[in-house]
T-cell receptor, first 116, second 110 residues
Framework: GAVVSQHPSRVICKSGTSVKIECRSL??????MFWYRQFPKQSLMLMAT?????????EQGVEKDKFLINHASLTLSTLTVTSAHPEDSSFYIC????????????FGDGTRLSIL | SQQGEEDPQALSIQEGENATMNCSYK?????LQWYRQNSGRGLVHLIL?????REKHSGRLRVTLDTSKKSSSLLITASRAADTASYFC??????????FGAGTRLFVKA
């Protein structure tokens, strides 16, 4: 089946640090990638949608200068949390889908980000 | 709201019992998907049902869809302790977005 690899799985860093999270599709071409944020015991909140080679589309309330998304190839998207602060601590999950928009998304295993 | 609604929010059952989770959504859909999430992990796709389908089976899973009521249900039969997880429905309405429900946390006691 389709595999999405997300790295790192856990990050602990000091306030003010920028953190980059990678999301790779290993065996399919990810035309569209999604970045979600999930708080404990809650559902996924879509942060942004990116299509390969295009600028990401951010959801309302998500700061695009804070959460930089790059989707430069059909197998890799990155989310950079710039100048992270404790309130940015969360579980971030990426997912990817190929060109068939009617098919399910394939999810990475998530990144637990803790800002001290 | 970005999310659909699911009920119950939490469900605790004994191993061997059936578990039923319900999902409601707000707009017309192309398909509805169910996902499972183990604690601290990503989501795993379980089953997809299209808007012109009413019922679908996969192993111990049975999904129904009622587009007139904008609702779906997921039934897990003969539950096992390993089924303990959170379950999310996700409605796809076309375009790029899939809208996730709030989720049901299932706990299966051995």
């Amino acid at each position: 089946g389709a595999v999405v690899s997300q790295h790192p799985s856990r990050v602990i860093c000091k306030s003010g640090t920028s953190v980059k999270i990678e999301c790779r599709s290993l065996d399919f071409q990810a035309t569209t990638m999604f970045w979600y944020r999930q708080f404990p015991k809650q559902s996924l909140m879509l942060m942004a949608t990116s299509n390969e080679g295009s600028k990401a589309t951010y959801e309302q309330g998500v700061e695009k200068d804070k959460f930089l998304i790059n989707h430069a190839s059909l197998t890799l998207s990155t989310l950079t949390v710039t100048s992270a602060h404790p309130e940015d601590s969360s579980f971030y999950i990426c997912s990817a889908r190929d060109s068939d928009a009617y098919q399910p998304q394939h999810f990475g295993d998530g990144t637990r980000l803790s800002i001290l | 709201s970005q999310q659909g609604e699911e009920d119950p929010q939490a469900l605790s059952i004994q191993e061997g019992e059936n578990a039923t989770m319900n999902c409601s959504y707000k707009t017309s859909i192309n398909n509805l998907q169910w996902y499972r999430q183990n604690s601290g992990r990503g989501l795993v796709h379980l089953i997809l049902i299209r808007s012109n389908e009413r019922e679908k089976h996969s192993g111990r899973l049975r999904v129904t869809l009622d587009t007139s009521k904008k609702s779906s249900s997921l039934l897990i039969t003969a539950s096992r302790a390993a089924d303990t997880a959170s379950y999310f429905c996700a409605s796809y309405t076309g375009g790029f977005k899939t809208i996730f429900g709030a989720g049901t946390r299932l706990f299966v006691k051995a």
